[in-house]
């Protein structure tokens, strides 16, 4: 037996623990292991898989990052390639990786990555590769699962900072807008905003109207509190207004500022207070993961194995009940899921008093 | 509407928390809040009840310990006296918080404990009065719940103390022997082992063998791996052994010296190797909530405040699928939530290679 | 015996914790202790102290922020005002100092600052106030010490965030370019590139070179090293080029950008690598100070009260080979204490291989 | 140009920090750089000496441990070795080491160590060979410098651990007596009492009255404060009373016990009040230095270089005044700095109202 593991996408903090259990375990069953390099992008290559052994993962566990690396643009199905003129354009070049994995005798694919990596694994399913997908993203937009790895640090970051900077904001009388990750879901600024009690959150399920934040702060101001913090998500958006995403993508235009900086300026405005903003960035992606998500990681990697043992192919192991389960990557692939409404965090948030915007 | 609330029982990080959340929560509704000080002992005295506002929960999420204090012995079934020759005797005295209840008008009372408070919670709601529980404790070991508040921290302060301790094992060629909580159930041994990927994990559910650990200790040797890590739960035994549990029970001889030293002992005797134990102790106990127990414990507390408004007694709110529930409190009183033999963690640490003793 | 205490600026980690030392020190003595809220803003009100007591003082120790609060623009020798059309104007108003104090039978000051403060300070002197002054910024550019609060905290904020960033850079194969505060100082980047084993630090002490940082960059490249970590402090400019610090005074205009993000395209530009910047921004200010810096700030803030008692006016103190010492505050006023360019940190950087942009 | 590196003693965070900067620093200068691993003992094997190169101290500086292992028992002076018989004896084999730098071309060792390591290398240098010495122990016992590398890391760790014990000490209302190291100094415990404002702070230095503690005790007990926090260094003893430092020594009986747990017990009995003891141990020793330990280790590893490069040999390298100085090792062998009972330290933690047992 011989599988391929690969890291798909951003980073996430809990990548190498599940690198590292899902090696050792396919290891002690006697198996052979590699790894492709910065996903995908080694295939095309020479040197297309590297081997993973017992000394490979020795004390990665605790480790961000990706000992595998990590690229984007490397969707074999859309593979970018730079044309004369320095534009991009893209090619299916996925029949490279189903034979490189034929040639090479690899038997399964860990496919670990976020919604991008399983709408990928899905396809590669389809022409013929065994998959098992471990969910992976700090956002925690994979539906299907309880929680992805990297949610937990992601949500910690966020909190510790948010802890930081709240002290200035009230030594110094401000108003601290903190702009959090989550470009489609709300997940990291609605947790982050909860376990910190701020006094506004602002997620992409629910537009937001400036009139209401401004209500609300003022009416914090008439208790005698004299500072706010926003907590909000790089995808959230004024009711009617647009979308203020940083872009690093080739051929598009890079938007100035994100949606922390327009509210700081737009709060400050009305509000007549000071303002700051702090964009929390990278610091969510990078660095050891959460005792949370060492665990899961760990869990994950494992159970990633033992499907395979069991032949139970073109799943993806996530987190249920405490439990590992097994769902379809099928009924994963190309969906995201958003914070529900009427979920028990939402209830929560207005039930202590944090203004959602509205 | 006037509630009141009660914090059980041993020390567990996230109390706080599920305190501010039910105190605003309720207080937003329109509702009188008041606190048990000292855990059902100071309903004996002229003062029972500490009125609770906002001002007194504030900033107190991310605070260890309990604002309303906690104390042993505050069984108000079994509530010890001390008789004339200084020796203890106990006695039922819950007609008294019957009483008291009735006379201050609380119509319902939130019960934050773990398995002991839930016994009483539920002799209470027999007597008559309208309880809704949450689960707390570090151990993990209540009924019907994906996990109680308090447990993550545990175990994230003793997957930091392995991961200190384990350089010094290594430079230093020692087995080194962590003792941590969990006196019925190995939750905490078992999710520390497993996210430090110690060598030797030993938990109450599975008596161990001394000679399967020396085992165990001898092939890591073999490898050149010339150090290892022993984590063990204080009320792990030995097959055929005896309990090694400290106690503090008044009446009782302590035993000298826990199950952690004695291991140490053992193991060098049997291996030749140095070797070192530490007890962890009340660090799992005390301290800043982790994120994670923060906003669970906040969650929590908010739901237990939805079920009172809908009049959903006698339930206590769980965390499971990463919503919370509510489950009958009788389902869950006197009983404990052992290690699943089967459970995908167990699995996961055989694995990656743990030795569970056996 | 009666003092004021007065905390000025810009928030530092460590500043509770002064206040409660001296608080603690006088009330132990028998003196009367208030404080100055938001930085001499409330001598011009009808409260101009704040009592404080033990009670006040509890726990704050582990505090960011500073309970006494704090100001922009409360320099009482160049009040600011605002004038009809909107605009701002200054006066002296430091005789309403002088006069409230002696209402008040203050017959000392602590202020606690950063060279701003001292300034101040030294020109209330003059006036004939008596102050003892405690040094006071993350900055650590007050000259005449070892060592100032707040400096420790913010160098290991800036170093756990690279930390954090690097895994990140590394899986990613990025250039990344961390912006920390230092106006005029560069202490915090070249410690925080040190401690971290950063590739390129740039302080405003050595003007840099984008041509020597590209070919610093192409040389770890030809090592196989394909990513690199920028440390700027937010005071350091280009040879011959110009500043980019972010301006928040009244009536100037913001500078779009800082240099982090300047630096970020250039380095792309220049070196056709991805780059992402992060600037730490207020994360550096705020938040539980080390213990390091608790325990230097416990101790200013007790030196200040020695130093009052036995009539040692007019003094800064100090820390210097691990003791406290006192200066004259007329020696510190106005002066910035920059990275002397032949110190052993600058030494070691090089040792080590720290490009500093030359 | 050839050097060794030494680390010897106990483990303390911060020796692989300083194990880097001084490889990096000696490679870049062209030298050729070999570790002794586990302390003097491979001097007397087949294979002497370990080549460092830049890729064996990547990723370092942020780790526990010291990648050149430990030993006790490693004094070339007093090497043990075993009797038939079991019991151990000592015998000079210092001349080993002198032959075995001659032949392998070494022209000066580096030594990272404590009073015992500069005790040890002294006498090396009385034998010809050329040492630079590093001050390193958790303790600070050393006399000349400000502070030795892993003390910060030290008390940060036991700060952590107090602040964490506090919250159930408060909830519980409990004496809690934490241990620290420090047997012969008390400056570990000294500055975390003070970094904690804790209750009580008994150190080597100040032999304590049981009764002191007790009246204090009651006295807080009389203000409303229902608990009390007692520091405690391992080598503290009562006026008159005798040690309990546990001992580990070849042939000397292990005393059972240490002092943490006669003063939970004595404390116990004297005030009536329930009481628990936690023996902090090894976490002091292990795990990642604090940043302030990573930067003064990486100074001084750079700085030895820098000695070594000016022939400005059998010194020490010690911090003073934030600057990096050398004095002679032969000043420093055999000495303890103990904590001067008139240093500000001692004065603050009075000022504050801390009890020091007396």
Redesign the interface.
């Known amino acids: 037996m011989k599988i391929a593991i690969n890291t798909g996408g951003g ?1 996430a903090p809990g ?1 190498n623990a599940a690198i ?2 899902a090696t ?2 396919a290891l ?1 069953k006697g198996w052979e292991v590699v790894g492709i390099q ?1 996903g995908y992008g080694s295939i095309y290559t020479d040197t297309p898989f590297l081997p993973l052994t017992e000394e490979s993962v020795y004390g990665i ?6 000992i595998l ?4 643009r490397s969707n074999p199905f859309e593979m970018a390639y730079q044309i004369k003129d320095g534009t991009w354009d893209t090619e299916d070049r996925s029949d490279v990786i189903v034979n490189t994995f034929r040639e090479h005798n690899i038997d399964a694919l860990v496919a670990i990555g976020g919604d991008g990596s399983m709408f990928i694994a899905n396809k590669l399913v389809k022409k013929g590769i065994d998959v098992v997908g471990v969910p992976k993203t700090i956002d925690n937009d994979i539906v299907g699962c ?2 992805t790895l990297g949610f ?1 640090t992601a ?3 966020a ?3 948010i ?11 401000r108003i ?1 807008v903190v702009e959090v990750m989550g470009r489609y879901a709300g997940w990291i600024a609605l ?2 905003g ?2 910190t ?1 701020s006094d506004v959150v602002l997620i992409p399920e629910i537009p937001f109207s400036l009139d209401a934040i401004t209500r609300k702060i003022n009416e914090i101001e008439d208790t005698g509190k004299k500072y706010a913090i926003v907590v909000v998500a790089e995808g959230a958006k004024e009711k009617g207004g647009e979308l203020f995403v940083r872009s690093k993508k080739p051929g598009q235009a890079e938007v ?1 500022g994100g949606i922390g900086e327009h509210l700081e300026k737009a709060l400050a405005r009305k509000t007549g207070k000071e303002a ?1 903003s ?2 929390l ?3 969510q ?4 993961p ?3 998500d ?2 899961i990681s ?2 994950f990697g ?2 990633a ?2 499907a395979i043992d069991q032949g139970d192919m073109n799943k993806l192991v996530v987190l ?5 389960r097994r769902i379809p990557i099928s009924e994963v692939a190309g969906k995201v899921k958003n914070v529900p409404l009427e ?3 939402i ?2 948030a207005t ?3 944090i203004n959602l915007g509205k």
Chains 1, 2, 3, 4 share one sequence.
């Open positions: 980073d990548l590292k259990a050792i375990a002690r910065n566990a605790m480790k961000g990052g990706t690396g990590a690229a984007n309880d929680v937990d949500v910690s970051i909190t510790e900072a802890d930081r900077i709240r002290t200035t904001a009230k030594s110094h009388q601290m947790h982050a909860l376990s009690s100035l700051r702090l964009v960035g990278h610091l992606r990078g660095g050891t959460s005792t949370y060492r665990l760990l869990r494992a159970a194995i033992r249920r009940e405490n439990s590992i979920s028990d965090t209830l929560t039930d202590i008093g």
